[in-house]
């Protein structure tokens, strides 16, 4: 079988459930960090002529990170295309699931189990955290409604205060988020990269937690750790 990946998070759950099928990967799938397939461009502009070059069997996209024209023109050529959709930890691990049984991936990983077994066991958290999350800084955009990594956060016990905004990523400037005076501000390392010296300084006096996109955002692998590793780095801002 010969599969094709346009995001990375799935890029990730296949290579290493599946080994041998990718063909090819967007220029943003950086995990495994062995991969080595063709580079067929990014989320949002992948090379369609490149892909359906690679004659895969399957493609694999999702509904939030990938454009349905792209989609519509890989279909149009006869490729077949499989599209996720995913905004809460149940539904990452039911799409994980369906992708990796169209991948032919058997037995079921064992990652997959882990992941599911570490979520459905978290403890409910006693105390409950607001939180801004931005995600964009040129204009500033933060999570908003029904999303996975909303979701995420919810299950850690972090309420960010978006999470009822009628936009999914709303675009609010600087000086209201700073406003809504949050326990913590949360600033992933992607889709833009905060750093140590480009965010905190944007919220004087508020508590910053830098923590890692690819735990926050990703579904795959990462989710077995992911709430160890986000916990840890909450837990260390809110001190």
Same mark, same amino acid.
């Given at each position: 079988? $010969? %599969?094709?990946?346009?995001?990375?998070?799935?890029?990730?759950a296949v290579a290493v459930s599946a080994p041998g099928i990718l063909v090819g990967a967007t220029d943003w799938c950086g995990h495994p960090a062995d991969l080595d397939v063709t580079r067929v461009g990014g989320t949002?502009?992948?090379?369609?002529? $490149? +892909? +359906?070059?690679?004659?895969p069997d399957l493609v694999v996209a999702n509904e939030e990170e990938n454009r349905e024209?792209?989609?519509?023109?890989?279909?149009?050529?006869?490729?077949? %295309?499989?599209?996720?959709?995913?905004?809460?930890v149940p539904q990452a691990f039911h799409e994980l699931a369906r992708v990796l049984d169209a991948c032919g991936a058997t037995p079921r990983p064992r990652w997959l189990d882990e992941a599911e077994e570490t979520w459905s066991s978290l403890p %409910?958290?006693?105390?409950?955290?607001?939180?801004?999350?931005? +995600?964009? $800084?040129r204009p500033w955009m933060v999570l908003g409604r029904d999303t996975f990594a909303g979701d995420v956060l919810h299950r850690l016990g972090i309420?960010?205060?978006h999470a009822t905004h009628e936009d999914r990523y709303p675009r609010i400037p600087l000086d209201d988020l700073r406003a809504t005076a949050p326990d913590v501000v949360v600033l992933p390392d992607e889709p833009y990269r905060f750093t140590a010296d480009d965010g905190?300084?944007?919220?004087?006096?508020l508590p910053c937690?830098? %923590?890692?996109?690819?735990?926050?955002?990703?579904?795959?692998?990462?989710?077995?750790?992911?709430?160890?590793?986000?916990?840890?780095?909450?837990?260390?801002?809110? $001190?």
């Open positions: 079988m $010969r %599969v094709v990946s346009l995001v990375p998070s799935l890029t990730e949002k502009n992948p090379k369609v002529d $490149r +892909i +359906i070059a690679l004659a024209p792209d989609l519509a023109a890989l279909r149009a050529a006869g490729v077949e %295309v499989l599209v996720t959709e995913v905004r809460n %409910v958290p006693s105390l409950r955290t607001t939180a801004v999350v931005p +995600i964009w $800084r309420d960010h205060l905190p300084e944007a919220f004087p006096g937690a830098l %923590v890692s996109g690819r735990h926050l955002t990703w579904y795959g692998p990462s989710l077995v750790e992911a709430p160890t590793v986000l916990g840890a780095a909450l837990r260390a801002a809110c $001190r």
